[in-house]
Every structure is written in structure tokens, then in C-alpha cells.
């Protein structure tokens, strides 16, 4: 199993291409609208419920432009099956409303609870702390929220600030805790500089 401490090497490419491995998962940045698409995918019943998404969820394109996504705000990663190409999870981070970097993720409904998503969550944070160079991440999940709250002590994460409360997309209010993970080591390694995606 991939290991917290290790850090993977990053393979960086023309126009924001980024891919990384571990033991399971072949991590790469995708294109737009294979990310909603995949998103579609990923994005079950339970998870449209936890993440405030309606049936339309975020994948309604807003227009004919499909940039990689990655900027200097944030990046997402598919984690595929790499004797398949199966998609397995998705897991990113982008700035928050409380202008820190938050990190987020769906795991497929058939690859749940095998460590999967605590796996790519790992690659995703070594990923900002040593080669986007970002200090110190941010997440947030419902009290009621087991999986989620395992999902992120297992990548290092700290709850902090006790309990407060989060609005979702659907208008909900939940109540939530927040996490934080701190990497003082942390230093940028990518030479490239993004813009912000559209």
C-alpha cells in the first residue's frame, strides 16, 4: 500500500499534463469533460446526497472550451485500474470559500471501502505539498459523515474548530467538521504556472 511518507514523482507535461502511480492507481489530471463525465459515473445516489448534487449535478457544460484541469487554484485526478483503465476515484483540491486550498473526492460505488480513495487522497496531497508547493490543505465533512471522517484521518488530516455548519449546492445545511493537513516541507517543483480554469 502507498505509504503517507513517500512521496510519488510527479511526471510533468506540455500544457498541464501531470500523472502519478501508486500501488493500485495510475493518477493523471484530466480533460474537462472526461471529468464530468466520469463524474456522472462516480456520483451516485449516496454520494449526490453528500456532495448536495441534484440529478444535472456540476456536469452541465458551460461552453465549447475543455481545458486540462489544472491551474494554479487547484487540480483534479482520475485514479484509474492500470490493467484496465477503469476509472476508480476522483480526487482534487481548489480554493475554498475561506480562501485555503480544499480537497475533495468520489470514490465508484463498486470500489468503496477498499482503500482506494485513501490511497489517491495520499497521491493528491503529496502531489500539493511537494510539487505545487502548498503549506497547508483544507477539507470539510458532515458529523454523520463515518466514511469521510476515516477517508481523511487516513491521509493525515486533523479535525479543527469543533463543529460549524456547511451550505451544499441543494440549499442543505449541514452540520460539519472541518480538517486541516500541514506539511511545513512543502515547495513548489513545478516550473509551470496555470491559468484559472473557465
Avoid: Y
Wanted: proline fraction near 5%; charged fraction near 25%.
Amino acid at each position: 500500500m502507498f505509504g503517507m511518507t513517500a512521496a510519488p514523482a510527479f511526471r510533468c507535461g506540455f500544457g498541464g499534463v501531470h500523472s502519478a502511480t501508486s500501488a493500485r492507481l495510475e493518477l493523471t489530471v484530466p480533460r474537462r469533460r472526461e471529468l464530468l463525465e466520469v463524474w456522472k459515473q462516480l456520483a451516485d445516489g449516496e454520494a449526490r446526497f453528500r456532495l448536495g448534487w441534484d440529478e444535472d449535478g456540476p456536469w452541465v457544460e458551460q461552453d465549447d472550451t475543455d481545458p486540462v484541469v489544472i491551474a494554479d487554484e487547484g487540480a483534479e485526478f482520475l485514479g484509474r485500474d492500470p490493467q484496465t483503465g477503469a476509472v476508480v476515484v476522483s480526487v482534487g483540491f481548489g480554493r475554498g470559500e475561506d480562501g485555503f486550498m480544499e480537497v475533495a473526492g468520489l470514490v465508484h460505488p463498486a470500489f468503496r471501502r477498499l482503500g482506494f480513495g485513501r490511497e489517491a487522497l495520499q497521491v493528491v496531497c503529496a502531489f500539493a505539498h511537494h510539487h505545487f508547493g502548498i503549506v497547508e490543505l483544507r477539507a470539510k465533512c458532515e458529523t454523520d459523515n463515518e466514511a469521510g471522517r476515516k477517508w481523511l484521518a487516513s491521509a493525515g488530516f486533523l479535525p479543527v474548530d469543533g463543529i460549524g455548519s456547511h451550505t451544499l449546492p441543494d440549499g442543505r445545511t449541514t452540520a460539519t467538521i472541518r480538517w486541516r493537513r500541514l506539511d511545513p516541507t512543502a515547495q513548489r517543483r513545478c516550473k509551470r504556472r496555470f491559468m484559472p480554469i473557465a
